[in-house]
Nanobody, 123 residues
Framework: QVQLVESGGGLVQAGGSLRLSCAAS????????MGWFRQAPGKEREFVAA????????YYADSVKGRFTISRDNAKNTVYLQMNSLEPEDTAVYYC????????????????WGQGTQVTVSS
């Protein structure tokens, strides 16, 4: 069992950067692959990025490749999402999630979800 809390969201102009953090409580963090998802107003929740338990493998949605980077620090029980070259289309509530396998986290419902953090990109 793990609790997830996102932070780092905010308002930024197009072209700017933000770094989101997801802090996990409990001592099972390293047993989980981690992912980031987002949901924009009026749209369905979509996959953004995922990272394997050790951090050795990463996966990205086509829309964020080359702009976003997911990473994790298991010693700190934290996963990050570095977002560069932000666009208005990136505006959404961003959620972190814990699952079993990074390769399939986008199609297999994650075991745990955070409450989300708002990211707003102005033009």
């Amino acid at each position: 069992q793990v609790q997830l809390v996102e932070s780092g969201g905010g308002l930024v102009q197009a072209g700017g950067s933000l770094r989101l953090s997801c802090a996990a409580s409990g001592r099972t963090f390293s047993n989980y692959a981690m992912g980031w998802f987002r949901q924009a107003p009026g749209k369905e929740r979509e996959f953004v990025a995922a990272i394997s338990r050790s951090g050795g493998s990463t996966y990205y949605a086509d829309s964020v490749k080359g702009r976003f980077t997911i990473s994790r620090d298991n010693a700190k029980n934290t996963v990050y999402l570095q977002m560069n070259s932000l666009e208005p289309e990136d505006t959404a509530v961003y959620y972190c999630a814990a699952g079993r396998l990074a390769q399939t986290i986008r199609i297999i419902p994650p075991d745990y979800w955070g409450q989300g953090t708002q990211v707003t990109v102005s033009s």
